[in-house]
Protein backbone atom coordinates (compact mmCIF):
# COMPACT_ATOMS: atom_id res chain seq x y z
CA UNK A 1 0.00 0.00 0.00
CA UNK A 2 1.34 3.58 -0.65
CA UNK A 3 1.24 5.64 1.90
CA UNK A 4 4.69 7.36 2.91
CA UNK A 5 4.16 10.94 1.51
CA UNK A 6 0.65 11.00 2.17
CA UNK A 7 -0.79 14.47 4.55
CA UNK A 8 -0.22 13.93 8.44
CA UNK A 9 -2.21 15.27 11.26
CA UNK A 10 -4.51 12.51 11.93
CA UNK A 11 -5.25 14.11 15.36
CA UNK A 12 -3.43 11.37 17.33
CA UNK A 13 -2.04 11.70 20.78
CA UNK A 14 0.55 9.33 21.61
CA UNK A 15 0.49 7.63 24.93
CA UNK A 16 2.84 4.70 24.49
CA UNK A 17 5.86 4.43 27.32
CA UNK A 18 2.98 5.98 30.07
CA UNK A 19 3.47 2.68 31.36
CA UNK A 20 -0.70 2.07 31.46
CA UNK A 21 -1.41 -0.74 33.71
CA UNK A 22 -1.77 -4.27 32.18
CA UNK A 23 -4.61 -7.09 33.20
CA UNK A 24 -4.47 -7.77 36.42
CA UNK A 25 -5.29 -10.89 38.75
CA UNK A 26 -2.80 -13.07 37.36
CA UNK A 27 -4.38 -13.69 33.38
CA UNK A 28 -1.64 -13.55 30.90
CA UNK A 29 -2.35 -12.06 27.42
CA UNK A 30 -2.19 -15.36 25.77
CA UNK A 31 -5.25 -16.03 27.85
CA UNK A 32 -7.63 -12.88 27.42
CA UNK A 33 -6.40 -12.46 23.88
CA UNK A 34 -9.41 -14.00 22.57
CA UNK A 35 -11.81 -11.69 24.42
CA UNK A 36 -10.79 -9.21 22.38
CA UNK A 37 -10.38 -10.66 19.18
CA UNK A 38 -14.08 -11.62 19.59
CA UNK A 39 -15.34 -8.02 20.13
CA UNK A 40 -12.86 -6.38 17.20
CA UNK A 41 -14.15 -2.80 16.86
CA UNK A 42 -15.92 -3.70 20.92
CA UNK A 43 -18.54 -1.40 21.99
CA UNK A 44 -18.66 0.72 25.32
CA UNK A 45 -20.59 -1.54 27.20
CA UNK A 46 -18.36 -4.43 26.38
CA UNK A 47 -15.41 -2.71 27.46
CA UNK A 48 -16.37 -1.48 30.85
CA UNK A 49 -17.63 -5.19 31.49
CA UNK A 50 -14.13 -6.41 30.44
CA UNK A 51 -12.42 -3.84 32.12
CA UNK A 52 -14.11 -4.78 35.30
CA UNK A 53 -13.42 -8.46 34.93
CA UNK A 54 -9.79 -7.96 35.03
CA UNK A 55 -9.65 -5.16 37.21
CA UNK A 56 -7.67 -2.85 35.41
CA UNK A 57 -8.01 0.87 36.75
CA UNK A 58 -5.63 4.09 35.75
CA UNK A 59 -5.56 7.74 36.32
CA UNK A 60 -6.63 10.23 33.84
CA UNK A 61 -3.24 10.22 31.12
CA UNK A 62 -1.79 12.93 28.13
CA UNK A 63 0.03 11.75 25.88
CA UNK A 64 2.22 13.77 23.15
CA UNK A 65 -0.04 15.29 20.51
CA UNK A 66 0.84 15.48 17.09
CA UNK A 67 3.05 13.68 14.25
CA UNK A 68 4.83 10.52 15.86
CA UNK A 69 8.25 10.16 14.94
CA UNK A 70 8.49 6.56 14.09
CA UNK A 71 7.56 4.74 11.24
CA UNK A 72 4.62 3.41 12.86
CA UNK A 73 3.01 6.04 14.56
CA UNK A 74 3.40 8.05 11.53
CA UNK A 75 1.24 5.62 9.56
CA UNK A 76 -1.13 5.46 11.94
CA UNK A 77 -1.19 9.64 11.60
CA UNK A 78 -0.64 9.53 7.89
CA UNK A 79 -3.92 7.05 7.18
CA UNK A 80 -6.03 8.81 9.75
CA UNK A 81 -5.51 12.00 8.36
CA UNK A 82 -6.39 10.36 5.02
CA UNK A 83 -9.68 8.78 6.78
CA UNK A 84 -11.04 12.17 7.80
CA UNK A 85 -10.45 13.38 3.94
CA UNK A 86 -12.52 10.79 2.47
CA UNK A 87 -15.17 11.11 5.42
CA UNK A 88 -15.19 15.11 5.13
CA UNK A 89 -16.36 14.74 1.48
CA UNK A 90 -18.90 11.76 2.04
CA UNK A 91 -20.83 12.61 4.94
CA UNK A 92 -22.16 16.14 5.83
CA UNK A 93 -21.50 17.64 9.12
CA UNK A 94 -18.47 15.38 9.46
CA UNK A 95 -16.10 15.78 12.68
CA UNK A 96 -12.89 13.97 12.86
CA UNK A 97 -12.34 11.62 15.96
CA UNK A 98 -9.33 11.55 18.35
CA UNK A 99 -6.89 8.60 17.79
CA UNK A 100 -4.56 7.54 20.65
CA UNK A 101 -1.58 4.98 20.23
CA UNK A 102 -0.83 2.97 23.48
CA UNK A 103 0.84 0.02 25.02
CA UNK A 104 -0.68 -2.40 27.04
CA UNK A 105 -3.97 -0.13 28.79
CA UNK A 106 -4.83 3.26 29.06
CA UNK A 107 -7.95 5.52 30.39
CA UNK A 108 -10.89 5.79 28.21
CA UNK A 109 -14.13 7.87 28.14
CA UNK A 110 -15.50 4.28 28.16
CA UNK A 111 -13.32 2.75 31.02
CA UNK A 112 -10.09 1.40 31.21
CA UNK A 113 -8.73 -0.04 27.86
CA UNK A 114 -6.51 -3.08 27.35
CA UNK A 115 -4.60 -4.28 24.53
CA UNK A 116 -6.56 -7.64 24.71
CA UNK A 117 -9.35 -6.00 24.22
CA UNK A 118 -8.44 -4.93 20.49
CA UNK A 119 -8.84 -1.84 18.49
CA UNK A 120 -12.04 0.30 19.56
CA UNK A 121 -13.98 3.41 19.07
CA UNK A 122 -15.23 5.10 22.60
CA UNK A 123 -18.14 7.24 21.46
CA UNK A 124 -18.19 8.88 24.81
CA UNK A 125 -14.91 10.73 24.05
CA UNK A 126 -15.54 10.48 19.77
CA UNK A 127 -12.10 8.64 20.26
CA UNK A 128 -10.21 5.93 18.55
CA UNK A 129 -7.49 3.79 20.99
CA UNK A 130 -5.62 1.40 19.12
CA UNK A 131 -2.09 -0.79 21.07
CA UNK A 132 -0.15 -1.04 17.63
CA UNK A 133 0.89 -4.40 18.90
CA UNK A 134 -2.70 -5.88 18.10
CA UNK A 135 -1.63 -6.20 14.81
CA UNK A 136 1.44 -8.34 15.22
CA UNK A 137 -0.94 -10.56 17.44
CA UNK A 138 -3.47 -10.45 14.95
CA UNK A 139 -1.07 -12.04 12.40
CA UNK A 140 0.66 -14.21 14.49
CA UNK A 141 -2.56 -15.88 16.57
CA UNK A 142 -5.24 -15.65 13.64
CA UNK A 143 -3.54 -15.57 10.47
CA UNK A 144 -4.40 -12.01 9.46
CA UNK A 145 -2.46 -10.22 6.83
CA UNK A 146 0.55 -8.36 8.18
CA UNK A 147 0.34 -5.93 5.07
CA UNK A 148 -0.02 -2.07 5.46
CA UNK A 149 -3.86 -2.46 3.87
CA UNK A 150 -4.57 -5.16 5.98
CA UNK A 151 -3.65 -2.75 9.23
CA UNK A 152 -5.16 0.61 7.62
CA UNK A 153 -8.57 -2.08 7.57
CA UNK A 154 -8.64 -2.30 11.01
CA UNK A 155 -8.12 1.93 11.70
CA UNK A 156 -10.49 2.12 9.16
CA UNK A 157 -13.05 0.06 10.58
CA UNK A 158 -12.84 2.17 13.96
CA UNK A 159 -13.44 4.95 12.39
CA UNK A 160 -16.75 3.57 10.22
CA UNK A 161 -18.05 3.08 14.21
CA UNK A 162 -17.34 6.91 14.22
CA UNK A 163 -19.23 8.09 11.60
CA UNK A 164 -22.05 5.61 13.04
CA UNK A 165 -22.15 7.80 16.04
CA UNK A 166 -22.60 10.50 14.05
CA UNK A 167 -25.31 9.34 12.18
CA UNK A 168 -26.91 8.22 15.00
CA UNK A 169 -26.57 4.20 13.50
CA UNK A 170 -25.01 3.31 17.00
CA UNK A 171 -28.04 4.49 19.21
CA UNK A 172 -30.56 2.21 16.88
CA UNK A 173 -28.23 -0.62 18.04
CA UNK A 174 -28.14 0.39 21.92
CA UNK A 175 -31.84 0.17 21.95
CA UNK A 176 -32.28 -3.38 19.78
CA UNK A 177 -29.94 -4.48 22.80
CA UNK A 178 -32.88 -3.39 25.66
CA UNK A 179 -34.98 -5.60 23.62
CA UNK A 180 -33.06 -9.02 24.01
CA UNK A 181 -30.19 -10.22 23.44
CA UNK A 182 -30.94 -12.05 20.45
CA UNK A 183 -32.02 -8.62 18.87
CA UNK A 184 -28.88 -7.31 20.35
CA UNK A 185 -26.39 -9.32 18.33
CA UNK A 186 -28.57 -8.91 14.91
CA UNK A 187 -28.54 -5.14 15.58
CA UNK A 188 -24.53 -6.03 16.31
CA UNK A 189 -23.90 -8.18 13.25
CA UNK A 190 -25.27 -5.05 11.41
CA UNK A 191 -23.75 -2.15 12.87
CA UNK A 192 -20.18 -4.12 12.52
CA UNK A 193 -20.60 -5.06 9.04
CA UNK A 194 -21.14 -1.63 7.95
CA UNK A 195 -18.20 -0.43 9.46
CA UNK A 196 -16.12 -2.96 7.48
CA UNK A 197 -18.42 -1.77 4.35
CA UNK A 198 -17.31 2.07 5.86
CA UNK A 199 -13.83 0.72 5.80
CA UNK A 200 -14.16 -0.41 1.94
CA UNK A 201 -15.50 3.00 1.24
CA UNK A 202 -12.68 5.04 2.70
CA UNK A 203 -10.03 2.19 0.68
CA UNK A 204 -12.06 3.63 -2.56
CA UNK A 205 -11.61 6.90 -1.90
CA UNK A 206 -7.62 6.99 -0.57
CA UNK A 207 -6.20 7.72 -3.80
CA UNK A 208 -8.47 10.62 -4.91
CA UNK A 209 -8.44 12.47 -1.42
CA UNK A 210 -4.83 12.31 -1.38
CA UNK A 211 -4.09 13.09 -4.73
CA UNK A 212 -2.47 9.36 -4.98
CA UNK A 213 -0.62 10.02 -2.00
CA UNK A 214 -2.41 7.10 -0.16
CA UNK A 215 -3.62 4.30 -2.10
CA UNK A 216 -3.93 0.73 -2.84
CA UNK A 217 -1.91 -1.01 -5.23
CA UNK A 218 -1.90 -4.86 -6.54
CA UNK A 219 -2.82 -7.50 -3.82
CA UNK A 220 -3.39 -4.61 -1.17
CA UNK A 221 -7.44 -5.59 -1.00
CA UNK A 222 -6.76 -9.41 -1.07
CA UNK A 223 -4.89 -8.91 2.17
CA UNK A 224 -7.79 -6.86 3.89
CA UNK A 225 -10.08 -9.79 2.69
CA UNK A 226 -7.25 -12.43 4.07
CA UNK A 227 -7.87 -10.26 7.63
CA UNK A 228 -11.79 -9.87 7.32
CA UNK A 229 -11.98 -13.79 6.73
CA UNK A 230 -9.66 -14.52 9.91
CA UNK A 231 -11.58 -12.21 12.12
CA UNK A 232 -15.39 -13.86 11.65
CA UNK A 233 -17.06 -14.82 14.30
CA UNK A 234 -17.42 -18.72 12.73
CA UNK A 235 -13.27 -18.42 12.48
CA UNK A 236 -12.82 -17.37 15.89
CA UNK A 237 -15.42 -19.24 17.48
CA UNK A 238 -13.98 -22.66 15.74
CA UNK A 239 -10.23 -21.38 16.75
CA UNK A 240 -11.48 -20.83 20.51
CA UNK A 241 -13.73 -23.85 21.30
CA UNK A 242 -13.96 -26.01 18.07
CA UNK A 243 -17.57 -25.29 17.63
CA UNK A 244 -19.43 -22.34 15.31
CA UNK A 245 -22.97 -21.07 17.17
CA UNK A 246 -24.27 -18.74 14.78
CA UNK A 247 -26.64 -17.25 17.54
CA UNK A 248 -23.64 -16.11 19.06
CA UNK A 249 -22.29 -14.00 16.68
CA UNK A 250 -21.48 -10.26 16.94
CA UNK A 251 -19.57 -9.36 14.20
CA UNK A 252 -20.55 -11.92 11.29
CA UNK A 253 -19.44 -14.40 9.44
CA UNK A 254 -16.22 -14.78 7.85
CA UNK A 255 -18.40 -14.72 4.50
CA UNK A 256 -19.90 -11.36 5.70
CA UNK A 257 -17.22 -9.04 6.29
CA UNK A 258 -15.54 -10.47 2.82
CA UNK A 259 -18.38 -9.44 1.18
CA UNK A 260 -19.38 -6.14 3.05
CA UNK A 261 -15.70 -4.93 2.72
CA UNK A 262 -15.81 -5.63 -0.96
CA UNK A 263 -19.64 -4.10 -1.26
CA UNK A 264 -17.90 -1.01 0.11
CA UNK A 265 -14.76 -0.96 -2.13
CA UNK A 266 -16.24 -1.72 -5.13
CA UNK A 267 -19.71 1.33 -4.56
CA UNK A 268 -17.43 3.55 -2.98
CA UNK A 269 -20.63 5.26 -1.81
CA UNK A 270 -21.79 5.01 1.86
CA UNK A 271 -25.45 4.39 1.27
CA UNK A 272 -24.63 1.10 -0.14
CA UNK A 273 -23.65 0.06 3.42
CA UNK A 274 -27.25 -0.86 4.66
CA UNK A 275 -26.38 -3.84 6.37
CA UNK A 276 -29.25 -3.34 8.79
CA UNK A 277 -32.21 -3.88 5.77
CA UNK A 278 -34.03 -7.13 6.40
CA UNK A 279 -32.66 -7.35 10.18
Not at 19 to 32: K, L, Q
Amino acid sequence: MRWQGGRQGGNVEDRRGLGGRAAGGGIGVAVIALIGYFVFGIDPTTTRQVAGQLGGTAASEQGTLGTPSDQAGAFVDVIGANLNDVWTAKLKGYTPPKVVIYEQGTQTGCGFGQSAMGPFYCPADATVYLDLGFWTAMESQLGASGADFARAYVIAHEFGHHVQALTGVSTRVAQARDISEAAGNRASVALELQADCYAGVWAAGASAASGGKVALESGDLEEGLKTATAIGDDALQKRSTGQVTPEKFTHGSSAQRVEWLQRGYRSGDPTQCETFAGR
